[in-house]
């Protein structure tokens, strides 16, 4: 009788890595069990799926799709994004510390008997180094790759939930970037809510960035999500000079209120972005249809976005919102999802799309619409069953929307159009700087 057994090839490699997971040793055409356990900030994130061996008495996740369990169809890495946690409202996926590896262990069951095997995730790759920065008012965590460089750099920015966004970092780091992910509330020395954040702040980090780290050709890249990726535009439209690129993931076309990550005393339709100490004007100010009651109203999970469609409704307090995306001096990559429940993300990128294409912007332009995905999208071969959550400041109960295989795919294909973009614009860059 054969003996049953599981390999991973490669077992170690930083997390957007595809792996392929084989296992051997089973009769043809016998069914074969394969689970998954990952420990993730100390809480068990699990998954099991079964396959038929093929005639070889194999089982390739590369080429075997699930008969039953966690996910259907073909999926290298299905049973990593299909895992889900043993505690109940359990979202974080990264230890606490980036520089912590995922170890995960992977299990197969038949008739012949059982078998085992790690598979290895990292944030941080080989000679990536990670410094608090806490100076000049800026709050943050710098990643360098390794290598004296200089290295193109990029600045990371977190969404509603605040905070300082390191995993996503570390991982820029690990594939050739400078990268600071700044915090700009909820942070230690920072407010608790995004209320009232002034521009003035990112302003300040893109020039400490360019003096500290003297990046390549002078190369600094904005990268957001949410509320970031909101901020990502309209830091390019009111500083272009200083913007060499931009990644905006699920973005808004227009400044919002501070809606669910708002101070609470001054209210989640207050403002949320100051310039020269003013409030910049947001969809919600004097807006004749906007409506917070398809949010608010029936049971949770609730659905953010029924709430801002309510506010298109109103062309002049739109256009009153509006971010000026076409004062761009830069290349572009929007990042959206059909079906985002936090808000009308695909929208809101045909809106900046649309409007760059229309002022001739002389820059490159992509734009990926994530058909059945949802708002969370982060990149690759993480869980993405979680679709309800509390939110971080409001405590709310949303659903981002999306269904996890679509998520899924939203994070491995994203993930790939931010490298092979970030490539391209700093090609670019460098070409431009030489012939000037």
Sequence with gaps: ?????????????????????????????????????????????????????????????????????????????????????????????????????????????ATGGSA????????CGAGVTRRVVREQGLVGTLFLPAGAGPHPAVMVLNGSGGGINEARAALYASRGYAALALAY?????????????????FQAGLGWMRRELKPQADFVALS?????????????????????ALLAYVPSALVHSAQNAADPAIGREGPTWLLNGQPLPHQWQN???????????????????????????????VERARIQVEKIQAPVLLLSAS??????????SRMVS????????????????????????????????????????????????????????ADRHSWQQALAFLRQAVAVHISRKESS
């Excluded at 930083?14 to 016998?30: H, N, Q, T, Y």
């Excluded at 085992?116 to 944030?123: D, G, H, I, N, P």
Aim: hydrophobic letters at 40%; aromatic letters at 8%; a negative charge.
């Design 1 to 109: 009788m054969a003996i049953l057994e599981i390999s991973v090839d490669p077992v170690d490699s930083l997390i957007d890595v595809e792996r392929r997971i084989v296992v051997r040793g089973a009769a043809p055409g016998e069914l074969v069990e394969i689970g998954s356990r990952t420990l993730r900030a100390g809480v068990a994130w699990s998954s099991r799926a079964r396959f038929a061996a093929d005639a070889q008495g194999q089982v390739d996740l590369t080429q075997a799709a699930a008969v039953d369990g966690a996910y259907a169809g073909i999926s290298p890495m299905g049973l990593l994004w299909s895992q889900t946690p043993q505690q109940a409202g359990q979202r974080e996926v990264f230890n606490a510390s980036v520089q912590e590896p995922l170890l995960t262990e992977l299990t197969a069951s």
């Design 116 to 123: 085992s095997a790690q598979l290895v995730q990292r944030l």
């Design 185 to 201: 509330f909820k942070a230690p020395g920072l407010p608790d809510y995004i209320s009232n954040t002034p521009l003035e702040y």
């Design 224 to 244: 957001g999500q949410s509320r970031g990726g909101e901020l990502v535009l309209l830091l390019g439209a009111t500083f272009p000079q200083q913007v060499s």
């Design 287 to 317: 807006n004749r249809t906007a409506s917070w009651q398809p949010f608010d109203q029936g049971p949770p999970p609730h659905r953010h976005a029924l709430a801002m469609l309510t506010a298109l409704q109103d062309p002049d307090a």
């Design 339 to 348: 079906d985002d429940g936090s808000w009308p993300s695909s929208l809101y």
């Design 354 to 409: 649309d409007k760059l294409q229309e002022a001739g912007h002389p820059y490159p332009v992509k734009w990926q619409d994530y058909q059945d995905a949802g708002h969370a999208i982060l990149f690759p071969y993480v869980p993405t069953t979680q679709l309800s959550y509390a939110h971080p400041v409001s405590g709310r109960i949303s659903t981002g929307g999306g269904q996890p295989a679509a998520n899924a795919n």
